[in-house]
């Protein structure tokens, strides 16, 4: 697979909680220059970071994140305000602890309310599957599908472990029509990227990729 068509479906991802406007810039650029599908970036970066990129790069930031238990109407607020800011692509987590406990009507409720404040805006729901069984993959694809959500993605990179191959194959097994597939979280290699795409996933949230890109750029020139 070439290059260009995995960097063309990566979210270039800079979340740590060190990242300065500097850093968050150089991720821009990167981004823009190897054609990546997004940057995702922390929300209080959005604004000015869509007055920096303009048309030329999507910009994607994180909600509930990256433990997913703030209240539905603080996620809302969060969602509305990253739009307001230039947000085009919005990733929530979900409220774990309310799979865990069945409360799925509540899941439910809260990903239809943040679909309608996202408007025509990417909505993307983390469900975290290191923390998850299987039953509750599968659950959260069938709840994923009726919010109307736009993709269901695997992990925060922030937990246990990130994407796995089982993982994304079970989601391409048991999602609706329309829901896309989002890896993240330890996609190191090219390998990786090619593996996880070709099982189904449509965006990888990786940072390494753009690394590899730059390298074998940095080598062509010799």
């Not at 602890?97 to 799925?104: E, F, R």
């Amino acid at each position: 697979m070439e290059l260009s068509k995995i960097l063309s479906k990566c979210d270039h991802t800079l979340l740590s909680q060190s990242a300065t406007w500097e850093e968050i810039k150089a991720v821009c650029d990167d981004g823009i220059r190897f054609s990546t599908a997004s940057v995702c970036i922390p929300a209080s970066y959005v604004k000015a970071a869509k007055e920096y990129v303009g048309d030329k790069l999507k910009i994607c930031t994180v909600i509930g994140f990256p433990n997913g238990y703030s209240t539905t109407a603080t996620k809302i607020f969060e969602a509305k305000d990253a739009v307001s800011n230039g947000a085009d692509e919005i990733d929530t987590v979900i409220n774990i602890g309310h799979l865990k406990d069945k409360k799925y009507d509540e899941i439910l409720y809260e990903l239809k309310a943040l679909k309608e404040a996202c408007g025509e805006k990417i909505l993307k729901v983390i469900i975290e599957t290191c923390l998850l069984t299987d039953e509750e993959k599968i659950k959260m694809c069938e709840i994923v599908t009726a919010s109307g959500a736009d993709y269901i993605k695997t992990s925060t990179g922030f937990s246990t472990a990130g994407a796995t191959r089982e993982d994304v194959a079970l989601f391409a097994k048991h999602v609706g029509k329309g829901v896309l597939i989002k890896a993240a979280g330890g996609i190191s290699s090219l390998e990786d990227a090619e593996d996880f795409i070709n099982l189904g996933a449509s965006r990888l949230g990786t940072s390494r990729i753009v690394k590899i890109a730059k390298n074998e750029k940095s080598q062509s020139n010799y």
